[in-house]
């Protein structure tokens, strides 16, 4: 079976849920469901659910083996031009600094439902229901590294330390303020490199954030 069926029904069992919620599953392309170096995740979709109502995360299943297109390079968030949203620059800015070609990342959301603001999310209960779609995704493409935008309490890098047993991670100066970039590894699988949200955080100009995500820890 392809691995975006796969997934894609896996998926309809596992999150039944909230399949009809406002929302996606994959930003990447279908193609990116193959082995890789990385996998990227952020926390939730963002954006009004009124607007996408349509938008559902099971018509997002049901598109998905024939998605030919990539969240973060192919639409327009807000703007008059696709892919000017601070988020998209930073995370294909980032991506291409680490020697990858955006285009080629797998790449979700911790939690596939939608909301226009993190706050009011019911974070752990989510981020559980879609955890074992996740471990699917994984299981396929084999990241050597999974790089998470936001590691403050409630985030995808929160939630991965509690997931493996992580008590405490390493720390790195992000170059703003206090905010600061995190990492543990998970044995004979992947390192984990929690960045500040990318919605706020420019990483954009730090050149020593880049260097240290791809030092060998």
């Given amino acids: 079976m392809d691995p975006s069926e796969d997934i894609a029904n896996f998926a309809r069992h596992h999150l039944a849920p909230i399949l009809d919620r406002s929302g996606d599953v994959l930003y990447s392309s279908a193609r990116t469901l193959r082995p890789g170096g990385i996998y990227l995740l952020g926390l939730n979709p963002g954006g009004s659910t009124e607007r996408k109502v349509d938008r559902t995360i099971r018509r997002s299943l049901d598109e998905l083996p024939n998605k030919v297109t990539n969240n973060y390079l192919d639409q327009s968030w807000g703007g008059r031009n696709t892919a000017s949203n601070p988020l998209q620059r930073r995370v294909s800015w980032l991506l291409e600094r680490l020697g990858f070609d955006p285009s080629?990342?797998?790449?979700?959301?911790?939690?596939?439902?939608?909301?226009?603001?993190?706050?009011?999310?019911?974070?752990t209960r989510l981020a559980e229901i879609c955890w074992p779609v996740h471990e699917r995704i994984l299981a396929i493409v084999k990241p050597t590294l999974v790089l998470v935008f936001g590691n403050s309490t409630s985030s995808p890098f929160s939630f991965l330390c509690t997931k493996f047993?992580?008590?405490?991670?390493?720390t790195f100066p992000s170059g703003h303020g206090a905010w600061a970039c995190r990492d543990f590894v998970v044995p004979n699988?992947?390192?984990?490199?929690?960045?500040?949200?990318?919605?706020?955080y420019n990483i954009i100009g730090h050149p020593e954030v880049v260097e240290w995500i791809k030092a060998t820890p």
Avoid: D, Q, T
């Fill in 189 to 200: 699988r992947f390192r984990v490199v929690g960045l500040p949200h990318l919605s706020r």
């Fill in 104 to 123: 080629e990342v797998a790449a979700s959301n911790l939690i596939f439902v939608r909301s226009r603001a993190a706050k009011g999310l019911a974070f």
């Fill in 165 to 170: 047993g992580v008590e405490r991670a390493s």
